[in-house]
């Protein structure tokens, strides 16, 4: 079963069209304000290459040359040009009346390639091993405690997630 669409007031301003569509597709209100946010740098940054043009206008090169601009010269990350992406498609599908394939060839925003670097490990201070009561796989607190925080764990709930016994 198709999902339901609206059509929003043709007499309305295109401000208050895209809000209509939001409204209708029950979005919260930070996700509309985002997604008309990332109009409005759509459309300012498509008057900066000569007069101001309709959205209902332009073709589909022009959106995509949007979306490579972002990638490329802004170096916005992925998750951003998704949701400056999904604010277009809102606009241009829902509010417009444009077909999916409207949006042109594209340039993805590479996701950051970090990996985590651990602390070094502090020097082993040989009173953290003496335990008066030794006993089998009974996690020493107080090296956990100390050393757990070199290693980026947050709470000795992790240590213990991770099965670490010191």
Not at 90 to 108: C, D, K, R, T
Request: contains cysteine; aromatic residues 10%.
């Amino acid at each position: 079963m198709p999902a339901p669409s609206i059509v929003p007031n043709p007499k309305s301003r295109l401000k208050d069209q895209f809000h209509e569509v939001c409204r209708f597709r029950h979005l919260a209100v930070r996700t509309e304000e985002a997604y008309w946010g990332w109009t409005v740098r759509f459309l300012r940054y498509r008057k900066r290459d000569g007069e101001w043009r309709h959205p209902k206008d332009l073709d589909s090169t022009e959106i995509g040359s949007y979306l490579t601009y972002l990638a490329t010269h802004r170096n916005v990350a992925a998750s951003t040009q998704n949701q400056a992406l999904n604010a277009l498609v809102i606009l241009f599908q829902q509010v417009l009346g444009h077909p999916p394939e409207a949006f042109g060839e594209f340039e993805p925003a590479t996701p950051p390639r970090r990996l985590p670097t651990p602390f070094p490990l502090p020097p082993p201070n040989p009173t953290l091993n003496r335990n008066p009561n030794p006993a089998p796989k009974t996690p020493n607190f107080e090296a956990m405690g100390r050393i757990g925080g070199h290693w980026g764990f947050r709470t000795l709930g992790e240590e213990f997630r991770l099965g670490l016994r010191l």
